[in-house]
């Protein structure tokens, strides 16, 4: 791993676990369920995919995630949290009805545990009328520490137990867990009796009815196995709560528990290997913007869930503690506290990935777009994300937020437009959303000054006029930077094509829309979905304005199908969203103009 | 109400609770925030819309939901469960920010508190300094009564408590609570400490952190006007425990409170007024067809939230209670159950409202369509709902489910169609989406037999063929029959068009595509927005194919605005989705084309 890099820390802290899980279940017919999945390297190694580390998360190599097209000993392909034990419960009632006896055992985070669906899922367990091991690996982090009352509330319980205490829960657990004919809530009441106090975290789950064990070290790989051993024999669901330490064991790691969560490469004493020279990401150009523009404005205040580095707000944390809320893995939560905030009249901005901001679809549209609040999304990770694979992916945006009313959404092409949105999107009373992808901003002094003008709602800008030209490449966001390479390069053989920046996908600028009245051939870009994204907008736009579209026209995005683990450059070359294709594209539509007499008919 | 129909037994339950609150706060400075929001009837009387109640939920009347637009003393227009509590945590941040003082309450139910939101909110609620008082509504019931873990706990609470114990907390949390100076940490110890027992329902909240009083007698006015008073001076959140009875004071609602939730217009003896014979709803076909199939199916299992009574499943409820599944208002975990289930081999449907599906987006995005998992979405109120209004409209699904690769999207014209759907989505191994609308299914014999032929993935049904015609009109889902009208209006002028029932929005019909590229007008017509629609996808799918279209379209569906509570069919006119639109549009399109020599050059 200090090679490609990945999500070390975690894997180190459940290595025992997952030995021990192992060692008494048979995954290959029990069902090992991971939440969120990052933390499966160990699960990996010692089912037949040793020798693909090298590749991990690279394009001919291993996800970084479960996969069940790897290996018969993964069951679903997951990267977002809190939904293992829901699956969990579905697959042992299904399991039950089917007359099967397999284990299952579900493995999920203090971090994931309190997401709402976590939650829902454990106010049904009761559901289930026959095995299901819930193993709650506690080691007080998600990337930053956790955060909530919930963590607080293991946090209490952390800090109240010795290491001679866990021994004697382990000790206890398994004095009383396997007398046969006893009723588990017996079994319980006989295991708190003998401790020294009560179990002290068991109370948020008695609440809930679930029977509770723990917690235990999560490291002592004897009294593990032992224990998983006592409780597959349990004909009902059980939650084990283990504390591990994260990044266990390689000290670098245990030291910068953040640093480690997911890495880079780096070297053994733990220093990262320095990267060639960058440019910065749009990431980072968010959090400084943000910074400078909260400097002058006391209304801006942010949320993030959970992700506070990765959304580039650790500068504005800093600077402004009290204007900055981490709601932890609660998209949904966060954004309706977001609504709160607006309507009390400050300027929220949520940071949340444009995958994780699918959790937060009905929340959007009730609380924010329904009420036209101001509230200014930035949607980071927003198109195809490279490592992180399919379930990371941020291509689904534009359409969700684009069928809402109010909504306004923009994409910037670099990192002085980035600026300007967000500048843009402070003096809006509106709810507006900001995309950018995960990828470092381009240079592109060619396309000054016109793209330094501020931003006007729905006004796009024409970045090169093409001469007596028949093609117009229309480009959403960072894509931008491709059209325009495209467009060099076309010129170089005498085709000129105008390149607009279209800045907005909601609404479409009427100048746009003209375009395809004209007859000139049109090629949207985008890194998104072509369903439902901006391409499919501007044909919408056109067929409301025009009754229907004049000339030919071809939209690149991310086709109908899922796309694997990657570098994102070369996902973007598979997906046919580069300069490349673009001016392949433009070739291909002059030709069939030219053998048909486009526009007037061009089928 | 006994006119209107409306939502009434919940209603009935929070008079004393409503008027409390009004008498102590203020609420025209003052927030109140309702969750879901149907039960403020009370409160909109007594803030100056008593007169306006005839008109309830009608197309000139007052909504049956909270709504600014009505009132200063409405904060938000809501009707999904479970998020007053984190819109709340935002607001008394944000006036704390702001430096005022306004007292705020959020108004939650017990069924509405268990949502995956809520919990979200309460794992939250301590980012607030400041007041913020939750009242916990409990009445023990949802529509159905509520399900999970959590109502178990408040149900074994319940049963625990006699109504003298109800004063007994009354009077102590009064005795105790004013004490200035004391941390409220201590007060709740001391109120503990002078109670017979220990406060039972507190648990829950305690491991969370959360200050809880409770439970006490929300229809005893005088004692609720005093803890209301006590507790407006806390300068933390708290949580104040209720019990009401759903129906209260109206004994054919206290009787049979699930049909009094929301009900039509009855005598004041209970008996419904018998509204002139109706042909059955979708909702009901679907239920019956289900129930068919399951007897011949035992693959077959039904999971819903909270809507066991709304999406039809009541009949497959009795007749197949342990292969039914009700997890509460919890569309989330519901989805990642069924996805659990299939993956075991069976066959779960999910029946949903598509209002609410939208908080299942990332759940059919990762566990099911991810993992190309055979689940069946049955999405009732697909379309505009009529009376329950913005909130409530389904009017996104098609946009959002057909972004995802593996999702099949179909919707059946009628009763005859709903079932031949149903065979098909049983049949199929991947995800399947089938959409349909609050509504009588229509009378269609004119289309027979052509719509009773089996579905086949991706194929189309013509109607009817027009001779020689220039236009087609293609429907998708239950407005064919506005399309066959709208035909046969046209005939009577001597109009020939053809008519197509789509059946599939993902994948759309080739012989639809080819429709765009002969040059021939089309018209597509649906129940969704414009945005990301039926008509979008098949736009997508020729320029896609054909690299442009020829001809003229036009597409009538749901326009980029928010659309009030009126009824149906009043709204689907508004839209522009019924016969007389599609025939004037038909018109208007071949004017259009005699003018400018169509389809050769239409714009």
Redesign the interface.
């Known amino acids: 791993m200090s090679k490609t890099g990945g999500h070390l820390a975690s894997n180190l802290g459940v290595v025992e676990l997952t030995l021990a899980l192992h060692y008494v279940f048979d995954f290959k017919k029990d069902k090992l369920l991971w939440d969120v999945g990052h933390q499966c390297y160990t699960h990996k190694i010692i089912t037949g995919r040793k020798s693909s580390f090298d590749r991990l998360r690279c394009s001919d190599g291993i996800s970084g995630f479960p996969d069940?097209s790897e290996s018969e000993y993964d069951?679903?392909?997951?990267?977002?949290a809190g939904?293992s034990i829901?699956?969990?419960?579905?697959?042992?009632?299904?399991?039950g009805?089917?007359g099967?006896d397999d284990r299952i055992v579900a493995l999920v985070g203090d971090a994931s545990i309190?997401?709402?669906?976590?939650?829902?899922?454990?106010?049904?367990?009761?559901?289930v009328k026959r095995q299901l091991l819930v193993v709650l690996n506690d080691n007080s982090m998600a990337i930053d520490p956790t955060?909530?009352?919930?963590a607080?509330?293991f946090s209490r319980v952390r800090l109240s137990q010795t290491y001679e205490d866990l021994r004697r829960t382990t000790n206890n657990i398994l004095e009383h867990l396997p007398v046969i004919g006893k009723g588990v809530e017996e079994v319980i009441e006989r295991i708190k009796k003998s401790l020294r106090m009560a179990l002290p975290a068991s109370?948020?789950f008695?609440?809930?009815?679930?029977p509770y064990f723990g917690p235990v070290d999560g490291h002592d790989i004897n009294s593990l196995i032992k224990l998983f051993r006592a409780l597959s024999h349990q004909e009902h669901p059980a939650i084990l709560h283990v504390y591990t330490g994260k990044g266990k064991g390689f000290s670098p790691a245990e030291q910068d528990r953040r640093r480690f969560h997911s890495t880079g490469p780096f070297r053994m004493n733990g220093d990262a290997v320095k990267s060639e020279l960058q440019r910065p990401s749009f990431t980072e150009v968010f959090g400084e913007s943000l910074l400078e523009l909260a400097e002058k404005d006391e209304r801006i205040?942010a949320i993030t869930s959970a992700m506070c580095d990765g959304t580039g707000l650790v500068g504005f944390r800093k600077k402004f503690p009290d204007?900055f809320?981490d709601?932890?893995i609660?998209e949904?939560?966060a954004v309706?506290?977001?609504?709160?905030?607006?309507?009390?009249?400050?300027k929220?901005v949520v940071a949340i990935y444009s995958t994780?901001l699918?959790?937060s679809?009905?929340?959007i549209?009730?609380?924010v777009a329904?009420?036209n609040l101001p509230v200014i999304f930035c949607v980071d990770r927003a198109g195809v994300v490279g490592a992180d694979g399919?379930?990371h992916h941020g291509?689904?945006d534009i359409?969700?937020l684009?069928?809402?009313?109010n909504m306004v959404l923009t994409a910037p092409a670099d990192a002085v437009e980035l600026k300007l949105a967000l500048e843009f999107a402070v003096g809006e009373n509106s709810p507006i959303v900001i995309r950018y992808p995960k990828d470092c901003v381009p240079e592109q002094k060619h396309v000054r000054p016109a793209c330094s003008q501020p931003f006007e709602l729905g006004r796009s800008i024409v970045v090169k006029r093409g001469k007596d030209c028949q093609i117009a490449i229309v480009s959403y966001g960072s894509v931008l930077k491709e059209a325009f390479e495209a467009a060099r390069r076309l010129a170089k053989d005498g085709i000129s094509v105008d390149v607009i920046n279209a800045r907005f996908a909601a609404p479409v600028d009427e100048n746009i829309v003209a375009l395809l009245?004209e007859g000139k051939g049109v090629i949207t870009v985008e890194d998104h979905?072509?369903?439902?994204g901006f391409?499919?907008?501007v044909?919408?736009s056109a067929?409301?304005a025009?009754?229907?579209?004049?000339?030919?026209?071809?939209?690149l995005g991310v086709p109908?199908?899922?796309f694997r683990h990657d570098l994102r450059d070369s996902q973007l070359m598979e997906a046919g969203i580069n300069a490349d294709k673009i001016a392949t594209t433009a070739r291909e539509?002059l030709k069939?103009c030219e053998a048909i007499g486009c526009p007037?008919?061009?089928?």
Chains 1, 2 share one sequence.
Do not use: W
């Open positions: 069940p069951e679903f392909l997951v990267g977002h939904t829901a699956t969990a419960i579905g697959l042992a009632m299904g399991q009805r089917r099967k309190v997401n709402g669906v976590s939650f829902e899922a454990l106010n049904n367990l009761h559901l955060q909530g009352a919930v607080k509330y109370q948020l008695e609440s809930l009815n679930i205040v204007r809320y709601v932890g609660a949904s939560a309706d506290i977001a609504a709160g905030l607006a309507k009390a009249g400050l929220p994780f699918q959790r679809f009905d929340q549209f009730q609380e329904l009420q399919p379930t291509i689904m359409g969700f684009r069928m809402m009313p009245g979905r072509l369903a439902c391409g499919s907008a044909l919408e067929t409301a025009l009754g229907g579209i004049k000339g030919p026209i071809r939209m109908r199908r899922f539509m069939a007037r008919d061009f089928a």
